[in-house]
């Protein structure tokens, strides 16, 4: 079992391995009645010349954990950016292929970007919540979509994300105070309340926990099974074992091209390409 | 899917278009002003660099002129000259025999038309005696009805009929021409717009900024070195540090009440002079340039401090050899900045008295002279249309010092950022 | 003595000395004292040193002489002749020292000033020799005991960098020096026009026509000293400089740093510097030759007469002369908004202008703030284009067509002219002064203890 052989190192957590295996197998036999949220068909990124990504192919299943991983500089995080266009911000950026959301290609002339954006939700590696208040971070979302007419009812989506996010117990007390003024992953859980207040289909992560200690990023970790129920999980990672104990379908990117894509299962277990193989085994990374 | 809510997502849009078109319009409001204010001042400007002339015979008789042998320079300089000019031009104009018309056509000339034979006689002594052709510069109405900024007709008209109508024959025969004016850059002030010129005014500037330079880059430097590399901690120098830049944004007028009650009211430090000018304007220029060379000091990085102090060097060794050399350039671009800054400041010069009219160019910094800026308030102050172009085209000059001021700063800037790449 | 002849003392016996150090550093009769702790180099700076240091500072005890020895005594030869002094003693001895060195002609002088003239023209040439002499004295004596005292043992370097240390410490303080002068100055003249005009008939007096007589048994006799209509003036000007300057500059800095492609960015920004390089006389210039025209055929298009040195003409060049200074600085603000938070809001499906409106702008808020307290002292210290552009007549109004003046102009045009002895109306020109360093500085220090807490936050 060369998964458990890598993860064992990590002494705190093997009976948490286990569960997750179990989990993990679990999720595995819903896999076949499981639909598709986002296909990427051949899609390359170019940095004015410079190509980045390279004929990416990949499929995204509905309310499960897709995890990316690669060594640095892979191209991971920018294929991510490329879900929810966050590469246009970019100068110099262009982007050739196709990738749908929901069967709509999501680089059509008729999408609005904004809009796009609002159904694919993204967390940044390090937290960045508002200089604002707690509250005005959760509130933002829904009051610049217009998700909500009232006062009360923008209350009421700001407390339903905090506690989705887990976050409300700890903060309930002091929702306009600075939010700036939270723990590391408490500001991390702050930015995924954000990001799910205005209901997103999919959730981008890249590298949500790389900032923080081992203790927030298991909450990190267990905050993403529960959101997993209603929402598809995109991350990026660095941790392998991250992406062993969170996911259910890993692409492994390598020097810009997609080098292997399967379930996480089978990737760990038993990669089919030499340069998964000797990624995971540890051979360089 | 992507499409829902379409009304308000279209008024989202809306507004980012606005906001969008608000910073555009405010750019181009920036720049078009700029562009206005240039293309006003070179259209005002450019013709003052040129100004018409009259082409004269003029006798040189000795007599006239009143001088004897020998024919020294200074003999000659205070030969009289004035008939002479005036004898060419009735020439020109046999019919012309009244007393009062005689001096409605010499207004046709300006007062430095016998300076310039005075001038021609001092360079070519050999000339006595003999007739020559010379252009004299015609007086500034004429010059500016030349350059049609004056009207030929309408109210408070400034021509008579028949001065016109000389100007215009006068014209016909080709004895007036539009020359290059090096008057204009190579003289000193003068009440009379055609023979008033910058050079005085761009000596005082350079003798004040050199002077400001001699003595705000060493203090600057100075200052900048003890408070980056050797100051402790304290309170005194967190003053010195608060103090240093609430200086930078006194305003200049407070600086010309400084000079003016204790440079000149008190040390009795020579009033007018580029020297006093040169130290209010260096006591302005000091906190740039310790801000500037401190912010480039702090970029030295510290490996270079460390590596110096290992070879056993001393902190002073270290600073002066390895830091300082480093930092230079910066310095030099703040230091530039600075300098061009003190080029264009009008208002202390004007309180301790460089506004006084004066009608050479200084030899040394403690000689009482105008400088650049001053010189604009004054020609800008001055009634006469005449002084309209030369006010434009001394903004032109002291605008073109300052591009290659900061051009010299840019290109300072760019070779030491290549040097480090 | 002339000064050239003394700067010629100056710069041969720095030479020498430094040339005979060093020789006496590198000779081989030195050398073979044993290993030197110093090179001989420093050696020389050393006796450099104690050459130069001792001639400053008899050059600067000159200076000192000069208004403490020559100047009483050329004014008692005046009081003698019959002149009583003034308070303001300073205008009459700088006349006399005028004609003296050939600035002033000596037609219009009376004879008592004549003799007073002459008394100043034979102490000052038994001073400058005196002053020689004294020069000579102490850098040769500096140096000899300099050059006596090195050795191969003697810590030349230690003692110039002892000396450059305390170099340095001294220039540091030159800009608390200047700070304290321009207080002493400014309140030493202040507290003398005060003894002519209450402090508070100066601040809340609505009448200022500052024409007193000129005669000095007339002193007081007329005037009106209250500044009110200049800080009206001054007030109105700036406010209309910043309507026009904050939109400008600050939409300019949120399109440059949020919107412009590089490009853009490269070409425009160094158009912006050359607005902010622009002398403000030139700007002065530009509001009376060609803005102020345009404004007057404005309000004459809607049926407003407007002066032809209206406020609304001064205002809007200098808000032009200020939008780069806001721009600038709050571009800089603007730019240190960490691009984490831009991404965090455009990722939530902001458009770019609600992510600067919602988030960029409040959090650069502080700092936009500061920018503009210091444009704010900027337009109110402003001299020259107030000076070009507005009038000098104090009016108390708030119509932007019509004529004020400022703080700054009436500074300027009392002090312009040929300076009245002891006159309220030169030294109310010091009050002003006063009024606004006091104003500027306080507005300085907010604004730049506001940047500089922001400054640490996004650090």
């Known amino acids: 079992m060369m998964n458990y052989a890598i993860t064992a190192d990590i002494p705190d957590s093997n009976d948490n391995i286990v569960r997750q295996m179990q989990d993990s197998m679990r999720s595995k036999t819903s896999d076949s009645s499981a639909d598709i949220k986002m296909t990427a068909e051949g899609v390359s990124v170019f940095y004015g010349e410079e190509q980045a990504l390279d004929d990416i192919n990949i499929d995204i299943h509905s309310k499960q954990i897709t995890a990316l991983i690669g060594p640095s500089g892979c191209g991971k995080s920018t294929f991510l950016r490329c879900l929810n266009r966050m590469n246009d911000v970019i100068d110099g950026c262009r982007i050739t292929g196709r990738i749908a959301l929901d069967g709509e290609d999501i680089y059509a002339p008729s999408v609005d970007v904004v809009s796009l954006r609002s159904h694919v939700g993204m967390v940044f590696q390090k937290p960045n919540p508002f200089p604002k208040s707690i509250f005005e971070n959760v509130a933002y979302g829904p009051k610049i979509h217009g998700l909500a007419k009232t006062q009360d009812e923008i209350e009421e989506i700001a407390i339903k994300s905090l506690k989705s996010a887990g976050l409300f117990d700890e903060v309930k007390d002091r929702l306009h105070a600075p939010a700036t003024g939270l723990s590391g992953g408490q500001q991390q859980r702050l930015c995924i309340a954000r990001a799910i207040s205005i209901n997103p289909g999919v959730l981008l992560m890249d590298e949500p926990c790389s900032a923080l200690d081992p203790i927030a990023t298991a909450r990190i970790e267990d905050l993403m099974w529960e959101l997993k129920e209603n929402i598809t999980i995109i991350i990026v990672t660095h941790s392998m074992q991250q992406a062993s104990r969170v996911s259910q379908h890993t692409g492994f990117f390598h020097m810009g091209v997609m080098a292997e894509v399967g379930t996480t299962e089978q990737i760990f277990q038993n990669p089919v390409d030499p340069r998964t193989r000797d990624y995971i085994t540890g051979r360089f990374g | ?421 | 003595m002339n000064s050239i002849q003394l700067i010629t003392i100056f710069i041969v016996l720095t030479a020498s000395a430094g040339v005979l150090g060093w020789r006496r550093a590198s000779s081989p009769a030195f050398l073979q004292q044993g290993r030197s702790r110093s090179r001989a180099v420093y050696h020389g700076s050393y006796t450099v040193l104690w050459c130069t240091v001792p001639m400053i500072i008899v050059a600067l005890g000159w200076l000192l002489v000069e208004s403490w020895v020559i100047r009483p005594a050329v004014m008692q030869t005046l009081a003698l002749g019959g002149v009583q002094p003034t308070a303001n003693i300073a205008f009459q001895y700088l006349e006399i020292r005028n004609i003296a060195t050939g600035v002033l002609p000596d037609t219009h002088a009376s004879d008592a000033v004549l003799i007073a003239v002459e008394r100043y023209k034979s102490l000052s040439s038994i001073a400058s020799n005196i002053f020689a002499a004294l020069l000579l004295v102490a850098g040769v004596s500096g140096f000899l005991y300099s050059y006596r005292r090195i050795s191969a043992k003697f810590p030349a370097r230690e003692q110039v960098e002892k000396f450059v240390r305390f170099f340095l410490l001294a220039s540091s303080t030159v800009a608390i020096l200047t700070t304290l002068s321009i207080v002493m100055a400014l309140v030493v003249e202040a507290l003398l026009f005060f003894k002519h005009v209450p402090l508070l008939d100066f601040l809340f007096g609505t009448k200022w026509s500052p024409q007193v007589a000129i005669r000095a048994d007339q002193v007081g006799s007329s005037g009106a000293f209250g500044a009110i209509p200049l800080f009206a003036g001054t007030l109105l000007i700036a406010l209309i400089a910043m309507l026009v300057a904050v939109p400008i500059g600050l939409f300019s800095a949120i399109f440059l740093s949020e919107y412009a492609r590089p490009s853009v960015r490269h070409t425009i920004k160094p158009m912006l510097e050359i607005l902010a390089g622009i002398p403000t006389v030139v700007y002065g210039f530009f509001a009376a030759l060609t803005v102020a025209p345009l404004v007057v055929k404005a309000s004459a298009a809607i049926g407003l007469s407007a002066s032809s040195e209206s406020a609304l003409a001064a205002g809007l060049v200098m808000g032009v002369m200020i939008i780069p200074f806001i721009s600038s600085l709050s571009d800089d603000v603007i730019s240190a908004i960490p691009t984490s938070l831009r991404l965090g809001s455009l990722a939530l499906g902001a458009t770019r202008s609600e992510t600067i409106r919602k988030v960029i702008l409040p959090a650069a808020l502080p700092g936009i703030m500061g920018a503009i307290l210091l444009a704010v002292s900027r337009a109110i210290g402003e001299t020259m284009i107030v000076v070009m552009a507005a009038g000098l007549a104090a009016n108390l109004t708030a119509n932007p067509l019509e004529s004020v003046t400022t703080v700054t102009a009436q500074i300027v045009t009392i002090l312009i002219g040929d300076q009245e002895f002891d006159s309220p109306k030169t030294l109310a020109a010091f009050a002003l002064g006063l009024t606004l360093f006091c104003v500027t500085l306080v507005l300085n220090f907010v604004a730049l203890k506001i940047v500089s807490t922001y400054e640490e936050r996004y650090d």
């Not at chain 2, 000389?166 to 717009?193: K, V």
């Not at chain 2, 008190?266 to 580029?274: A, C, E, K, N």
């Open chain 2, 1 to 421: 899917m992507l499409t829902t809510n379409k009304k308000r997502l279209r008024k989202r849009h809306r507004a980012e278009t606005r906001f969008r078109a608000y910073g555009v319009l405010s750019l181009l409001v920036a720049v078009g002003i700029l562009f206005t204010l240039i293309y006003s001042i070179v259209t005002h400007g450019y013709s003052a660099f040129y100004r018409t002339t009259l082409l004269l015979d003029i006798e040189l008789d000795p007599e006239r002129i009143a001088v004897s042998p020998p024919y020294s320079r200074s003999a000659l300089m205070q030969g009289r000259y004035s008939s002479l000019v005036k004898r060419g031009l009735y020439a020109l104009f046999p019919e012309v025999t009244d007393r009062r018309d005689r001096r409605e056509l010499t207004a046709l000339l300006s007062p430095g038309a016998e300076l310039a034979v005075r001038d021609y006689l001092i360079d070519h002594p050999d000339s006595l005696g003999t007739t020559i052709v010379l252009e004299v510069p015609m007086s500034s109405d004429y010059d500016q009805l030349y350059k049609e900024h004056l009207p030929r007709s309408g109210e408070n008209l400034r021509f008579s009929e028949q001065q016109l109508q000389w100007f215009d024959r006068l014209l016909q025969e080709g004895r007036i021409r539009y020359r290059f004016n090096t008057q204009f850059l190579f003289g000193a002030d003068s009440r009379y717009p055609e023979l008033a010129g910058i050079a005085g005014a761009v000596v005082g500037s350079f003798y004040a900024l050199l002077v400001c330079f001699l003595l705000s880059f060493p203090l600057g430097i100075a200052a900048a070195t003890y408070l980056e590399e050797f100051a402790p901690k304290t309170r005194l120098t967190r003053i010195i540090e608060a103090n240093i830049n609430n200086l930078a944004a006194v305003p200049s007028v407070i600086f010309g009440l400084l000079g003016l009650a204790i440079f000149l009211n008190v040390f009795g430090l020579p009033r007018s002079t580029p020297l006093v000018g040169g130290i209010v304007l260096s006591l302005m220029t000091l906190p740039t340039i310790i801000i500037a060379t401190r912010a480039s000091i702090r970029s030295v990085s510290p490996g270079i401090r460390q590596a110096g102090l290992a070879m056993g060097a001393s902190p002073v060794q270290v600073v002066f050899h390895h830091v300082l050399p480093v930092a230079l350039p910066g310095t030099l671009t703040g230091t530039i900045i600075g300098l061009a800054q003190a080029l264009g400041e009008t208002a202390p010069l004007l309180m301790i008295g460089m506004v006084a009219f004066i009608a050479n160019v200084p030899a040394t910094p403690l000689d009482a002279s105008a400088a650049l800026p001053v010189q604009i308030f004054l020609w800008a102050e001055s009634a006469e249309r005449g002084f309209v172009e030369k006010t434009s085209a001394a903004i032109m000059v002291i605008m073109m010092f300052l591009i290659m001021m900061n051009l010299l700063a840019v290109i300072i800037r760019s070779k030491t950022q290549s040097k480090v790449e």
